[in-house]
């Protein structure tokens, strides 16, 4: 009963076959019966009875129904199930469509048998008598009704713009330069005049009001005025529902609408929604508004990278982007756009080169289209240094930082919420290069202007004493560093509720430095809680999740639990979290430095400088733009040299380790210590006592000072040396 006409004659299976199955089931839905069963001979029938006639054959159902149906319910049905597949919908999305246009009174694609239809029909079986009147019949009528056809559009299209363009007149003629005494004229006052004029025209053609409503939905939008412009928004779309409204202006005010919805992260499901209708609709158009599909694109895009689906972003923006650029109208905002969200959900695949190719292109058509000095260069400069950050390439970061910062500074100035946002990035790229003495006091004057700027949001407030408190750690001031992440996170569970996605982070710095202060047992736990966090946000292959592990792993080795440590840390050496990576990414050294310290502790030397080695290849690969990261593994290979008996290798290991790490590191911070200790042990190992002791006066009143259990493992190895 569900099998199309072609399944029985041994035709093609296409799309088309499914869009007749789909037919069957809204046909039983309207009818309470199958087209097959509606006939009275069912075996030959091809043509089914349209539902509302079926309905006269089924006892019990009434005559409102039978009304309800006629029209466009059965033309809707019977194209489904037309005879002929190339008569059927294109696909199930064009069905669902129809319905969609019929729930919202608007017209339907569908039609009905049209006398042409029929005629084409009948020729089709006449064809040796009738073909040649049959195509000069055609030529005829097609070329009558597009000529009409296109007189009508272009008229409408003509009416439409004479009374934007009258709108946007008299707005600027009711913004009285008698009141402005020779002031300049506001942006926000031209559109508060916009609107109030919008509200006093009830009587306008909805088309021309959809589109009025969608320009300075836009406009408000841009001046950051969201409630004004999500009224005018909703306006256009509730006025772009009329029937006579043509289906272009319809898709602008879908697209105002889901721009809006797109800034909002609680909205993205209804912005994927409006901007996948307005897709259908300009794809659906005789005459391709290119602009517009590449908003369209950018919005799902940005959706799609924004909910974590980054390879379905970058699947669609790769099959997108070659169509648009071709286009003589392509080169848009939109479209540059697209190309930064390509990099971005590239940069997010762990492609940085190719990511960092495609962010290029749409900055430089940024930059072409308003100049290098604009926000919207900055726009793409931004998303260039978070992809560099995320590559690890720290220093190129900061120049790029550096370009954004002052382009903010000299278009906004410098208490603008950008500008003071360009500056925490900044900031970030100094710290990462391990400048945290420099960082620190511009972070704390950030923190308290951000506090008093009533741009910032209550998570920006709870990153600014996040991103303190890991200077506090970095500087080895550790009570400190957990009264400010514990403010932090108390600061972002008031504004979005205990365990939500920005956690994660801030409970890991918190972990940190309990685990710097000693408080092992504590630091576990916070850890396992930030990894159950981001398990529920995201796969286990996440990088996040893959750096929480890997200090589960740390910790564990810290605790003793040696055998735990190789298990956790061996098992994320196989995921695909660190399979997938590129060369360059700095989470590989570091899983396999702390790996081969924890196969040395468990007393297996040879994997230990084995696993040690292979960290060093990566990390001399990665931390050339990231000395300071060289650390960890360079400390990790001299342990497994020293654990050999290769006190001549483990030594220069080991003074390259002090100098990435102290500075920042103060004299008295584990991270110094431990090295300071190891390397007394290689001078002993070399017969240099005199040397070894001098290190060891310098060293020892530290060690006694640190109430730290890690401080006392470390005083008890500098004893057995």
Known sequence: DYAAPEQFSGGAITTATDVYALGVVLYELLADVRPRRAQADPTHATEPLPPSAAIDRVAGNAQARRRALRGDLDRIALKALAAEPQQRYSSAEALASDIGRYLGGRPIMARGDSAWYRFRKYARRNRYVLAAATIAFAVCLAATFVSLHQANVAREQAQRATAVREFLVNVFDN????????????AHQLLDTGAKELARRPGTAPAIEADVASLLARLYQDIGDSPRANDLANRALAQSENARVPDEVRSRALLAAAALEAENKNSYDHALAHAREATALLDGAAQKDWKSIAEAHRIIALCLIETGKYADAAALLRKALPVQIVQPTARSEALADEYVLLGRALENLGHFDEGEVSVNAGATMLGEMFGKDSNRYAYALNQLGMLLDDKGDYARAEQTYRQVLKIHRGTLGPDHHNTLTAEYNLLGDIEAQGHYAQALPQRLALLERRKSSAETTPI??????????????????????????????SLLDASQGP???????????????????GHYAQAETVFRNALAIKLKYGPATSLGACGLRNDIGEILREQGRSGEAIEQLQALTRDACLIGLTETDPWRPKVLANLSQAQLDAGDA??????????????????????????LPLFAQARARLAVGKSAEAEPLLREALAVRSPPHPANDPRVLEVK????????????????QTLRREIEPLLKASSSPYAADLLARLAAH
């Open 175 to 186: 913004a009285n330069p008698d009141e402005n005494r020779g002031k300049p004229i506001a």
């Open 460 to 489: 920006e407030k709870a990153q600014d004493h996040d991103a303190v408190a890991i200077d506090y750690r970095e500087l080895g001031r550790f009570d400190e560093a957990v009264a400010m992440s514990r403010q932090a996170i």
């Open 499 to 517: 365990g939500s996605s920005y956690s994660a982070g801030m409970l890991r710095h918190l972990g940190l430095a309990l685990a710097m202060q």
């Open 606 to 631: 040879a994997s230990a400088n084995s696993t040690a080695d292979l960290a060093m290849r990566y990390a001399r690969k990665v931390f050339s733009y990231h000395y300071y990261g060289l650390g």
């Open 677 to 692: 200790v190891a390397l007394v042990n290689a001078l002993v190992a070399q017969n240099r006592n005199d040397e070894a």
